[in-house]
């Protein structure tokens, strides 16, 4: 995990201890790196997170199976207003934005478990496509596309059998 302009340890912790468990693989937490500017889209207000998905590749350690950026700012990829992440498919980065993940950005009361659990989702999901998953139809699995808050709160931070199998050749 590569922090970027993120210090929230409590949540760095718990995605480690998520990572590990959905990956059966060691997880840990990199020295972090300053949010690009160059990524700043001055029209937008937010992040190129493909800009982010090449600064997390230039600061990957070159024993790593596969990076995960963790970064508070907003992210968005041309087409789409905004991202909850992004990952190379079947590469070896990803990212996600922690912002659109917390209570207050719905102008809701804070609430720490729900935003751990929707963060876990979200991780787990990014470096599932790192893996070569797709989106997955099942509504509860974790490689079902969300693009709205709501549907990642519907889905699980599991693979569903079909994905766990597909994952499984991979690990
Ligand atoms: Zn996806
Ligand atoms: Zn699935």
Known sequence: ????????????????????????????ILTGI????RAFDRDR???????FLRQILA?????????LGVTPVDLF????T???????????????????????YYELPPNETVFLERLGKEAVHELGHTFGLVHCRDPRCVMHLSNKIREIDI??????ESCSKLLSKEL
């Open 155 to 160: 889905k699980g931070d599991s693979f569903c």
């Open 34 to 37: 300053e949010i690009p500017e």
């Open 82 to 104: 905004f991202v909850f992440g992004q990952a190379q498919l079947g590469g070896k980065a990803a990212v996600v934005s922690t912002l659109r993940l917390k209570q207050e």
């Open 1 to 28: 995990m590569l922090p970027i302009g993120y210090n929230d340890r409590d949540a760095l912790l718990f995605l480690q201890y998520k990572i590990q468990t959905r990956f059966a693989c060691s997880a840990s």
């Open 77 to 80: 990829i041309p087409v789409l």
């Open 45 to 51: 207000h937010q992040y190129s997170s493909s800009e």
């Open 59 to 67: 600061n990957s350690p070159k024993d790593a199976i596969r990076t």
